[in-house]
T-cell receptor, first 109, second 113 residues
Framework: TQLLEQSPQFLSIQEGENLTVYCNSS?????LQWYRQEPGEGPVLLVT?????EVKKLKRLTFQFGDARKDSSLHITAAQPGDTGLYLC?????????FGTGTSLTVIP | DAGITQSPRHKVTETGTPVTLRCHQT?????MYWYRQDPGHGLRLIHY???????DKGEVSDGYSVSRSKTEDFLLTLESATSSQTSVYFC????????????FGPGTRLTVT
């Protein structure tokens, strides 16, 4: 059982479509981070959300932290092939750090 | 990109042999972490360090030990490698309050035969 559950696990969409990735837990997190990982490389940090209800935008990516700080979402508007990759949520429920299992996104030109 | 290197980048070893992976940083960051990444499990924390000679266990620390004698180097040792330790190992660094933003190295692919 994963502390952070991500859905969907796989997503294949056409260029220009919108999508949302979800990250859920039964535990409360002091913060949540989102990373993107490309094949053969380490994850790269996209954003950190700290406050319950917080919304952060990074160009076409919108990140939201749930009010209860147990869940987060990533919304991509008008997806592009360059968005292809593995998206990971991660965070500390206390004195440890956990990653979600990831959402593998493929954007087809 | 953060200055993090890992060595070796690829290694094949036999069951029962000792293996040491090295993580080197040029950023003078206080925190360093070792993770393993496996299909179906994602990234899992093995050990982390919050300063020279200060280390603690992560979620999957059994079978692994670490050492940090200098700020820039964090070593991960498998005392007696097993096939279940076949994985991709990532080192990460962070400068903030513990679990702040982490910057990852390129990874080491370890195969235990």
């Amino acid at each position: 059982t994963q502390l952070l559950e991500q859905s969907p696990q796989f997503l294949s969409i056409q260029e220009g479509e919108n999508l949302t990735v979800y990250c859920n837990s039964s535990s409360v997190f002091s913060s949540l981070q989102w990373y993107r990982q490309e094949p053969g490389e380490g994850p790269v940090l996209l954003v950190t959300v700290v406050t319950g209800g917080e919304v952060k935008k990074l160009k076409r990516l919108t990140f939201q932290f749930g009010d209860a700080r147990k869940d987060s979402s990533l919304h991509i508007t008008a997806a592009q092939p360059g968005d292809t990759g593995l998206y990971l949520c991660a965070g500390p429920p206390g004195n440890q750090f956990y990653f979600g299992t990831g959402t593998s996104l493929t954007v087809i030109p | 990109d953060a200055g993090i290197t890992q060595s070796p980048r690829h290694k094949v070893t036999e069951t029962g042999t000792p293996v040491t992976l090295r993580c080197h940083q040029t950023e003078n960051h206080r925190y360093m972490y070792w993770y393993r990444q496996d299909p179906g499990h994602g990234l899992r924390l093995i050990h982390y360090s919050y300063g020279v000679k200060d280390t603690d266990k992560g979620e999957v620390s059994d079978g692994y030990s670490v050492s940090r004698s200098k700020t820039e180097d964090f070593l991960l040792t498998l005392e007696s490698a097993t096939s279940s330790q076949t994985s991709v190992y990532f080192c990460a660094i962070g400068s903030g309050q513990g679990w702040d933003e982490q910057y990852f190295g390129p990874g080491t692919r370890l195969t235990v035969t």
